[in-house]
């Protein structure tokens, strides 16, 4: 669906006769309700987040070093925190997917800048990760 | 809309230009669309910085500490209403999307459902922005409690 040249003859395959050869995945599906999903676990983890962090007690002004690690000494901040980087990385590298499907006409263009964007996905998903189970209170 | 005159044409020429039956083109649906991507895209960028600064705690308290600092200064606090701001209106606009989905009733009620989620975005938006920026008004303008 995504490789289809917006430039070359038009032609409609017959319904269910399967694109390229027969070769069909229910990727698009999954990712579909993925977004759904993840989005509404998201919302709690993320909107709980914002609120910890900007609104509640001060917000943003009392947030520190001393802070992170008074909330990474507990379990329960480190696996929402880690849930929450693993779910909006992929929400976030999902919606991106598409919107690089949608705008990027030429097909170079298009897997290099998806390269990219998993390149730096999963980075920032190694990252966090390694920082979350790696944290030292007393490295200072 | 093309209202170049050919005579008795004139009324093909305004129909091929703006599409009937079509309710999505230029309707609410379309303009909660752009602005979920708009938000959604601003908020992973800023989710990949975040993810750097906070990796920052592995370098050494002070390192942190500096980075967060500029996080309390008051123009950075303004963008930081604009960033629960989108990020409010993508997880609104959202459910509301989930809702059109997976709610029989979801595709009658999508329009009523938009005015929804603006009026709990205003309603959540105006107490957070006003604990967002109580620190940064009080030390520019003076504390009045």
Known sequence: MSTTSRSGPVSIPAPRSGARNGQRSNFELYSWLFMRISGIVLIFLVLGHLLIMNVLDGGVQRINFAFVAGRWSSPFWQVWDLLMLWLAMIHGTNGMRTIINDYAERDQTRFWLKMLLYLAAGFTILLGTLVIFTFDPNIG | ?145
């Open chain 2, 1 to 145: 809309m093309q209202t170049a005159t050919f005579g008795s044409l004139t009324k093909e020429v305004r129909v091929a230009s703006v599409p009937a039956g079509t309710i999505y083109r230029g309707g609410q649906g379309m303009w909660t669309w752009v602005l979920h991507r708009i938000t959604g895209v601003s908020v992973f960028f800023f989710l990949l910085v975040h993810v750097l600064d906070t990796a920052l705690v592995r370098v050494s308290p002070e390192a942190y500490d500096l980075v967060i600092a500029s996080y309390k200064t008051p123009i950075v606090n303004l963008l930081e209403v604009g960033l629960v701001g989108a990020v409010l209106y993508h997880a609104l606009n959202g459910l509301r999307v989930i809702l059109v989905d997976f709610w029989a009733k979801g595709p009658r009620y999508q329009r009523q459902m938009t005015w929804a989620i603006a009026a709990v975005w205003v309603v959540l938006m105006l107490p957070g922005t006003y604990f967002m920026l109580k620190h940064t008004v009080e030390a520019m303008f003076g504390s009045t409690s």
